[in-house]
Structure formats: C-alpha cells, structure tokens
C-alpha cells in the first residue's frame, strides 16, 4: 500500500550543486504536482504534469525542471541549487479530473541549500 | 500570488473548546478542499465541498462552502489533542489546478 513515494527524504546541498528528487505512484493517477513547502506560505505549486509526456509550469516554477517519461514517475531537478530553494517538497498524484478528487502526497524531500 | 487566506495563522487552545478556521478568496472554485498534515508527513485529505451553501459534516468538524464559493470554513467541536495539526484548504479551478492557503496551525491542550 506505497501510495506515493518520495526519494530521498532528506538531502543537504552545497550551493550551485544539480540533485533530481523522484517521485512514485503506484496508483495509475494521471496527474502529478510538485510543491514547495515554506514557513507561512503554505504549499506552492513548482510545476505539475497532465499526463505521461507532459509537463507544465505552476506558481513557482524558476530554478526547477521536471520530466514525466514514465506515468508513474515525476522528478523535480535542481541544475544549480540556490538557497533560496532550502524547503520541504511534497509531490502528490490525483486521479482524473480533480475538481472532487483528493491529491495523494508523499512524505516530503527535507532539503537544506548551504 | 496567494489567492487563499487562511485564519488565523496559529491556534492554541484548551481540550473541549469549539474553534473555527476561515478560507478565503476573490476568486470563484470549482470545489474546494480540506487537509490535514501531520509533522514529518504529506496533507491528508479530510473533505470536499463542491456546491456553493454545502456543509458536509465529519464526526466532530463540520465544513461549509460558501454560497459564492469564494470562501470556506472549518469548524471543531469539543477540540481533542488528537486534532492538533496543520490544516490546509485548496481551492481547485477547472480540472486539475489547486491553490492551498497559507494553512492554519492548531495545537489542543490537554
């Protein structure tokens, strides 16, 4: 019953270091989000994908890239970590069209910039 | 740009008190929803309203949608520790776009 899986969990960076954040689904949700998740802020959307191939940017989407080859699969790149970009990263999975369904979260990458 | 505000920010209160947190927008929804996180975990859903004037009742949090839906509340009765968290709205727009709020954190005190 994994759900969504987010790997690493935690990660410290030296800045101007490239790291990729994955994500997995293992229940066949046709969409994926990335979110940051600051003090105060709430969660703010990175950027999401519609579908296996797709990618779109969200709220908050410089600094970052993402590729979705696989449907189950969404990573989140740093090229160049800033340290602006310490947060915590949540990645959630819904399924279909989403005005009444849930987004299913992971646990959270924990990542610290220096 | 943040198009949810949530309050209050913080929430301390006593075991057995009722509490309740406000959603709100300029903007209209399609549905709007209702997590809650955990420390060290993802937002867990807790419900959905779609129709403007909805309330939707969970044990002891009872939900409303605005008539406009452009606002939300939650509220607590007879708050326990066990509901000590952060608790988040998500406003959804067309199919697949969700805003959070800025999120409300509460802690109940034995």
């Known amino acids: 019953n994994a759900g969504v899986t987010q790997t690493p969990k935690f990660r410290v960076l030296k800045t101007g270091q490239s790291m990729t954040l994955l994500c997995a689904q293992d229940?066949?949700?046709?969409?994926m989000y990335w979110y940051r998740q600051d003090p105060g802020m709430g969660l703010r959307l990175i950027h999401y994908?519609?579908?296996?191939?797709?990618?779109a940017k969200g709220e908050v989407p410089d600094g970052y890239n993402v590729s979705r080859l696989k449907k189950q699969n969404f990573l989140l790149g740093l090229e160049s970590a800033a340290p602006s970009q310490t947060s915590v990263y949540f990645c959630?999975?819904?399924?279909?069209?989403?005005?009444?369904?849930?987004?299913?979260f992971g646990d959270g990458t924990r990542l610290s910039i220096l | 740009t943040q198009l949810l505000e949530q309050s209050p920010q913080f929430l301390s209160i006593q075991e057995g008190e009722n509490l309740t947190v406000y959603c709100n927008s300029s903007?209209?929804?399609?549905?709007l929803q209702w997590y809650r996180q955990e420390p060290g975990e993802g937002p867990v859903l807790l419900v959905t309203?779609?129709?403007?004037?909805e309330v939707k009742k969970l044990k002891r949090l009872t939900f409303q949608f605005g008539d406009a839906r452009k606002d939300s509340s939650l509220h607590i009765t007879a708050a326990q520790p066990g509901d000590t968290g952060l608790y988040l709205c998500?406003?959804?727009?067309?199919?697949?776009?969700?805003?959070f709020g800025t999120g409300t954190r509460l802690k109940v005190l034995a």
């Open positions: 959630a999975s819904s399924y279909g069209t989403a005005y009444n369904q849930p987004q299913h």
């Open positions: 229940m066949n949700h046709e969409y």
């Open positions: 994908s519609v579908g296996e191939g797709t990618t």
């Open positions: 903007s209209v929804f399609s549905s």
């Open positions: 309203v779609v129709t403007g004037g």
């Open positions: 998500a406003g959804v727009w067309g199919t697949y776009k969700y805003i």
